[in-house]
């Protein structure tokens, strides 16, 4: 195994993890993800170099700016750890190849659309659109790669996503709102067929045990709704990463 290699792209995860808090705080407020340069929110001070250094400045300055002593968002701090563990991971796997730049690309597109839904209830069309142009276009260009399917399954798969959300949602009568469905659509475009019915059913089974734990735990009522956005993001990524191996795990215990 590669050591350095893991311990470089470990790092480039945590790097790329704050280009992706960037995008997070601004695309929903349409803000450039180019300009100002990272400032506070509270204060607008323009941060330093020193104060951008991924993990090792937030653990340094406790949480807090520099500047207003006002408490930097956790998110900013687990993100950063989650997309170093991930693309340390990915890079075992896949080692310096195309497929480690398109997995890692969708993995990271699911972990922004699952942060702004957890975060603010809503997934940008801003970056769902050209997530699917980008898709489309991967999948004519590198249908060759393990991780893509041809245009062909794209297509069906879009279709089948759009298609099952969008009943799902005329028949829950606003259960599931429109930006999910367009989510799916993307989902399908990424996965192909027929893996965007595992993911489906995945993402139904993800569904379900966290609506029964917030009911357990009182954290919702039985009628109030929850963000479905971050239940597809987790289940795409999942089959990503794992979704063949679960599948034929499965089909082997018969």
């Not at 993800?206 to 009522?221: D, E, M, N, Q």
Request: net charge positive; proline share 5%; with cysteine.
């Amino acid at each position: 195994m590669d050591a350095i290699g893991i311990a470089i792209f470990t790092v480039l995860g945590a790097v790329i993890a704050s280009f992706l808090n960037v995008c997070i705080d601004r695309l929903p407020a349409r803000q450039s993800i180019i300009s100002p340069p990272s400032h506070c929110p509270f204060c607008r001070h323009r941060l330093a170099v020193k104060d951008l250094v991924p993990i090792l400045s937030y653990l340094a300055l406790r949480g807090r700016c520099r500047y207003c002593r006002a408490a930097i968002p956790r998110r900013i701090l687990w993100l950063e750890i989650a997309n170093a563990a991930l693309f340390g991971y990915l890079y075992s796997q896949y080692g310096a190849s195309a497929e480690l730049a398109v997995i890692a690309s969708y993995c990271c597109l699911f972990i922004v659309i699952m942060v702004i839904d957890l975060e603010q209830g809503l997934i940008p069309n801003r970056i769902v659109y050209p997530a699917m142009i980008a898709a489309v276009i991967v999948s004519v260009f590198l249908p060759g790669l393990a991780v893509v399917p041809g245009i062909k399954y794209a297509a069906i798969g879009g279709g089948i996503g759009f298609g099952l959300a969008l009943l799902v949602a005329v028949l829950s009568r606003g259960g599931m709102g429109f930006g999910d469905v367009k989510m799916a659509a993307l989902m399908g475009l990424v996965i192909g067929y027929p893996m965007i019915f595992f993911t489906l059913i995945l993402s139904a089974i993800i569904g379900g045990v966290v609506a029964l734990v917030l009911l357990i735990t009182k954290k919702k009522k039985r009628r109030e709704g929850i963000p479905f956005g971050p239940i597809l993001s987790i289940a795409t990524i999942v089959t990503l990463l794992w979704g063949g191996s679960i599948l034929n795990w499965y089909l082997g215990l018969f």
